[in-house]
């Protein structure tokens, strides 16, 4: 069987959403690998935050994962392109590492080319779509009509929290997997587990680094959705 090298990555606020949470995306590799006759080498998961994301220096779980394909002479498998980025120049960039890139949900021949061309499209439709909610937003204002409404601030602010509550809970389920994977190596200790998550440049909701009470708060929140208790 043809080995590949499967990358999953996840982002706060992205589980389970159009199927791209980390179970989803390896059900989807394993289905395409069973399918073409692949066998999974290797697998990295990446939980990445905030903008600038897409940029190498923040991926390194990606770029463990071009290294582990050019010495196994195997290609990089994704569920969705998405999953590589968003950014056609970024696309440009890995496709410059001489790495071949297969996308479960494009199929097996599409060839570079076409991927460059899909990524291009969804990056048109997205600035399209930006541009168009500016210029609605724009003709609101010269209507004299006022944006947002001061009188529900209450309303709006606890919906701000229920956002953020959502986030964080999602957060901590992108990442549990990859604590799972640490605690089986014997790191059981909330230290052992935060040094484990810093040194595989994995960050907290925040952007920081892993402490004591973060991991504790992680687990916490993993075992009790209903758990409130700071940075996730």
């Known amino acids: 069987m043809r080995p590949i090298v499967s990358y999953i990555r996840v982002s706060t606020g992205k589980q389970g959403k159009s199927g791209l949470g980390i179970e989803a995306q390896r059900a989807a590799i394993s289905r395409f690998a069973a399918a073409e006759g692949l066998e999974v080498l290797t697998e990295f998961v990446e939980v990445e935050t905030g903008k600038g994301a897409d940029a190498m220096e923040r991926r390194p779980r990606l770029a463990e994962a071009l290294s582990k394909a050019k010495r196994a002479k195997a290609p990089v498998v994704v569920a969705k392109l998405c999953r590589l980025s968003r950014d056609v120049a970024f696309i440009s960039g890995l496709m410059a590492q001489r790495v071949p890139f297969i996308v479960a949900e494009l199929g097996a021949d599409a060839d570079s080319f076409m991927l460059h061309i899909y990524a291009a499209l969804a990056e048109k439709e997205r600035a399209l779509i930006a541009d168009r909610t500016r210029a609605a937003l724009a003709q609101k204002k010269a209507q004299g009509k006022v944006l947002g409404n001061p009188t529900n601030l209450p309303e709006a602010q606890a919906k701000g929290v229920a956002t953020n509550q959502k986030a964080a809970d999602a957060f901590a389920a992108n990442v549990l997997p990859i604590v799972r994977q640490i ?25 920081g680094m892993w402490h004591d009470s973060t991991v504790r708060n992680l687990l916490a929140r993993a075992s009790d959705p209903t758990t409130r208790r700071g940075e996730s």
């Open 183 to 207: 605690q089986a190596t014997g790191a059981t200790t909330h230290r052992a587990i935060a040094q484990a998550l810093n040194d595989r440049r994995v960050r907290t909701a925040r952007g």
